[in-house]
């Protein structure tokens, strides 16, 4: 499956923002799917899963309360809403595709990844 993600930019500390990740190609409703980012000199981390209904999702303990994953199967995308932004929140964010149905927290479980968008918080 082919992943767009966007929705990135810089916010303040506290601020919003909202990612979107388009899907195409194999049935994208079949699959869990993730969000995971990549700090500067870090290695690309999980931040959320949902399953393939969208009825169960899972988040990294840091944005827990903050964050949430959504899907609208219908528009074949995914959302990931976060709130009350920290500048340790700054990173690549990268949509990915899961080779299950479930709501993994693994990277080797992912099999497609977007391209990555920017999100910066300022402090």
């Known amino acids: 499956v082919q992943l767009q993600a966007c929705g990135g930019g810089l916010v303040q500390t506290g601020g919003s923002l909202r990612l979107s990740c388009a899907a195409s190609?194999?049935?994208?409703?079949?699959?869990?799917m993730g969000w995971f980012r990549q700090a500067p000199g870090k290695e690309r981390e999980f931040v959320a899963s949902?399953?393939?209904?969208?009825?169960?999702?899972y988040y990294t303990a840091s944005v827990k309360g903050r964050f949430t994953i959504s899907r609208d199967n219908a528009k074949n995308t995914i959302y990931l809403q976060m709130n009350s932004l920290k500048p340790e929140d700054t990173a690549v964010y990268y949509c990915?595709?899961?080779?299950?149905?479930?709501?993994?927290?693994?990277?080797?479980?992912?099999?497609?990844w977007g391209q990555g968008t920017q999100v910066t918080v300022s402090s």
């Open positions: 190609g194999r049935a994208f409703e079949r699959y869990g």
């Open positions: 949902i399953n393939w209904t969208g009825s169960s999702t």
């Open positions: 990915a595709a899961s080779s299950s149905v479930g709501t993994d927290y693994a990277r080797e479980s992912y099999r497609d």
